[in-house]
């Protein structure tokens, strides 16, 4: 049989293949190259995803970029004679602080005048003011009770009536710790982010020996049996609002049946929208990420939910999730940091950065502080066109997959449905940054001290986190909050968890910030 194929058309058929491997190595090169950048900026450049008005960066001109000429220069020291010296910024920092002022004379012999000899006088002060810090003192508090009888029942009557002097109950029973031993190691853990071992060390340069595993112990006993009521009181009232925010992180606890040390568990967050007349911030451990652990937290709930684009909590009955347009935006940011600066003008990734930039500028520019209300009629005027404007714009893109482009691009259409949400209610926000902020401080503890050792740990942790940071969101101080908690749960048999949540109003004046 006759071949009828000609050497030409099987020339043309190696060109195609080799044209057609050709391409799929360029782009294969190209992805290669936006991930060498991207990783470059992860390492290198500005970790801020806010849009510069030049790409440009400012090796030098720290001083200039952060001056602000409309400042007034700090005052000189004046001698104070009949003037005043004008109060300050400063001066008013300082204001709700006790003052301890040590008057400089010159001993009696030496007021004398060097040129006639006369009794010199005093003419004026000079003043200067210092910002003394007394590092933590370690004492020993002895509790004597005394214990009082009759002494004429002692020798006429049967039985002799003894009567105790009142005492405070001890914060955990059998153990030197108190109120404010306790509330200082959980501030340093919780909030300076200190871990125990850190601060064994710091005892033992003072002279003590409190080993980590003694505190270990305090925090896990002090916050199962006085915190965790505050805890389970904060949930309930969490629930009350419409509107929440939700996130997780990831944390390592090493001992946990029937799983490696190595095994990622999960700290997961809920809390209030900015709405709430008192923020609530709740963490919750979890050994898995499970979409059954929002379903049991929230169990009974139905409202907003803000969250990422996690799919867990899209199963959500009764749940009406918003999507995070911040986790959009970023994707087109990182497209637009793995491309060639030439390359970058009028890119689809400038186009869809620039579509979510017009966004939050309405909300922080137009719709700043508006009531939900106006805010929910003025998204439908001026933003939700420019939302459906930008998905239209994307249905029509043909991108790669694989590219920083494609990923921005599948992501967002991914998740229109929850995207568009925002505009189902003037209480929603275009973000879910509310949340990734209150997560922040576990995150920055987590650096430091890296894992829990036990679940009670981890679930301590999650108790602790919440009381702290809910304390913070109401303007209270984490310390004074937390001995004020110990000092009185364990002497009141019959107290009112109302009465001492955050934003009570019989919390003594030390708790709040700038009393």
């Given at each position: 049989m006759k071949n009828d194929t000609k050497p030409t058309d099987n020339l043309q058929l190696i060109i195609e293949k080799q044209d057609q491997k050709i391409a799929e190595l360029e782009a294969l090169v190209k992805w290669y190259e936006e991930q060498f950048r991207l990783a470059k900026h992860r390492q290198f450049g500005q970790s801020s995803e806010k849009t510069q008005p030049s790409d440009q960066i400012g090796l030098f001109d720290e001083a200039e970029t952060t001056a602000d000429r409309k400042n007034p220069e700090p005052e000189l020291e004046e001698i104070t004679h009949t003037r005043k010296k004008r109060k300050g910024k400063r001066e008013e920092d300082l204001s709700g602080l006790p003052v301890n002022t040590v008057e400089h004379e010159l001993p009696e012999d030496e007021r004398v005048c060097g040129e006639c000899g006369g009794a010199l006088h005093s003419m004026g002060k000079e003043t200067r003011r210092e910002l003394t810090i007394v590092p933590a003192q370690v004492s020993v508090t002895e509790h004597v009770r005394h214990?009082?009888?009759?002494?004429?029942?002692?020798?006429?009557?049967?039985?002799?009536?003894?009567?105790?002097?009142?005492?405070?109950?001890?914060?955990?029973?059998?153990?030197?710790?108190?109120?404010?031993?306790?509330?200082?190691?959980?501030?340093?853990?919780?909030?300076?982010?200190?871990?125990?071992?850190?601060?064994?060390?710091?005892?033992?340069?003072?002279?003590?020996?409190?080993?980590?595993?003694?505190?270990?112990?305090?925090i896990i006993k002090a916050s199962e049996d006085w915190l965790e009521p505050i805890y389970e009181r904060l949930r309930l009232r969490l629930l009350e609002h419409d509107v929440l925010h939700a996130d997780e992180t990831v944390l390592q606890v090493l001992q946990e049946p029937g799983r490696k040390a190595n095994t990622e568990s999960y700290m997961w967050l809920y809390r209030t929208s900015g709405d709430a007349k008192h923020p609530i911030a709740m963490y919750e451990y979890q050994p898995t990420r499970s979409s059954s652990h929002p379903k049991r937290f929230l169990s009974g709930w139905s409202g907003y939910l803000h969250t990422d684009g996690y799919s867990a909590y899209h199963t959500l009955v009764?749940?009406?999730?918003?999507?995070?347009?911040?986790?959009?935006?970023?994707?087109?940011?990182?497209?637009?940091?793995?491309?060639?600066?030439?390359?970058?003008?009028?890119?689809?990734?400038?186009?869809?950065?620039?579509?979510?930039?017009?966004?939050?500028?309405?909300?922080?520019?137009?719709?700043?502080?508006?009531?939900?209300?106006?805010?929910?009629?003025?998204?439908?005027?001026?933003?939700?066109?420019?939302?459906?404007?930008?998905?239209?714009?994307?249905?029509?893109?043909?991108?790669?997959?694989?590219?920083?482009?494609?990923?921005?691009?599948?992501?967002?259409?991914?998740?229109?449905?929850?995207?568009?949400?925002?505009?189902?209610?003037?209480?929603?926000?275009?973000?879910?940054?509310?949340?990734?902020?209150?997560?922040?401080?576990?995150?920055?503890?987590?650096?430091?001290?890296?894992?829990?050792?036990?679940?009670?740990?981890?679930?301590?942790?999650?108790?602790?986190?919440?009381?702290?940071?809910?304390?913070?969101?109401?303007?209270?101080?984490?310390?004074?909050?937390?001995?004020?908690?110990?000092?009185?749960?364990?002497?009141?048999?019959?107290?009112?968890?109302e009465n001492l949540l955050p934003w009570s109003d019989i919390l003594p004046k030390c708790c709040m910030v700038g009393k």
């Open positions: 214990v009082y009888s009759c002494r004429n029942c002692e020798k006429t009557a049967d039985s002799v009536p003894i009567v105790k002097a009142s005492m405070p109950e001890p914060v955990i029973k059998g153990s030197i710790a108190s109120p404010t031993a306790i509330a200082h190691i959980m501030t340093q853990k919780y909030v300076t982010y200190t871990p125990l071992y850190r601060q064994e060390a710091e005892f033992i340069r003072q002279g003590i020996s409190l080993s980590r595993q003694t505190m270990a112990n305090w009764g749940v009406t999730v918003v999507g995070c347009w911040a986790h959009m935006r970023r994707r087109f940011d990182e497209a637009l940091k793995s491309m060639k600066p030439e390359e970058r003008f009028c890119s689809n990734a400038q186009k869809g950065l620039e579509y979510c930039n017009r966004l939050f500028r309405l909300e922080s520019e137009a719709f700043a502080d508006l009531p939900p209300d106006e805010l929910h009629e003025r998204r439908k005027e001026q933003s939700r066109p420019i939302a459906e404007e930008f998905f239209a714009w994307a249905q029509k893109l043909n991108v790669l997959p694989k590219t920083q482009i494609g990923k921005a691009i599948t992501y967002a259409i991914g998740q229109q449905e929850w995207l568009m949400n925002v505009y189902l209610d003037g209480r929603l926000e275009l973000s879910n940054n509310r949340a990734e902020r209150s997560i922040k401080p576990f995150v920055m503890g987590r650096k430091n001290w890296l894992f829990c050792n036990t679940q009670n740990g981890a679930r301590a942790s999650s108790v602790i986190y919440s009381i702290i940071e809910t304390a913070k969101e109401n303007g209270l101080k984490p310390f004074e909050y937390l001995k004020f908690l110990f000092e009185i749960m364990p002497n009141t048999t019959t107290a009112n968890i």
